[in-house]
């Protein structure tokens, strides 16, 4: 059956509408403590909001059906102060209040482990700063977190502002040069979600997002101290000559692959780049593929992404480099 245009897009509104409470990048479906009040709150304010409208549009149809006569002045003058003064300043106040009620709970400290993450161009550089370890552990593009605990968020940027948000664990919170702001995540429940940058910060601003990970505590401390480890060798003479080429072409300015001579700060630290689920800040989903196109296309994939097109290089160098990244977990 064809649906004409004003139907198709009702079912259309229907099921967006419906999509999007749930997902994994659901402000709707709250995994964290500091999510659900905001989902409570954005609850009251729309189910208010429908029942101001439909009072207003009832007395609207009173006004034009029901009451033929004009109101006597007295009671018009009534009407205009209660429902005009009375009512929005009730309301407003009681809104202002529930919200302000909501905000010492999103303040407290945290439960130790602490996070910095800084907006790059168009990137997220992370940082991990665990209370039982002297050094902190670099990452990038990915956020893992411990089930239950209040971790702290401490958000910068080096150029311009983004703004940083998982909207199933938290409200977002923008990274501006020259200050560190700052954010406690407390998740609720284990699982894989999708943080996006919410501040437009330039051409690849859509092409900015990070995944985020919620894992027991003790599959955490694992994953940490395995995120800690250097570089995996290569396994494959593919990707052993892939490692060779990545350092000769020079990726090592640019990119840190600890345990090799590759020790660059500016671009991502690709040290166990295959662990992560995107390529490209959550622009590719990662797989060998995707990451052969990227080093030849990458302008094409991210347009205005700091990191030049290496489609220059014979395929083959492309294919090796990509079978050593692929093997770093
Ligand atoms: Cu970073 Cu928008």
Redesign the pocket.
Known sequence: MALGPAKAGLVLLGTQGLTACSGPQSALAPAGAGAEPLADLFWVMVIGAALIWLAVIGVAVYAARGRPEPHRERTASALLLWGGLAFPTVVLTGLLTYGLMLMPELRAPGDGLRIAVS?E??WWRVSYHAPRRTEPVPSANEVRLPLGQRVEIELSSPD?I??FWIPPLGGKVDMIPGRVTRLVLEPTRTGEFRGV??????TS?AL?AFSVVVMEAAAFDAWLAQEAEAASEPTTDAATRGRELFVQVGCGACHAVRGTPAAGTIGPDLTHLASRATLGAGTLPMSEPALIRWIAHTEEVKPDVRMPSFGALPDEHIEAIAAYLEGLE
């Open positions: 907006g161009q168009w311009v983004h703004s940058c919410a501040e437009f910060c330039g601003h900015m």
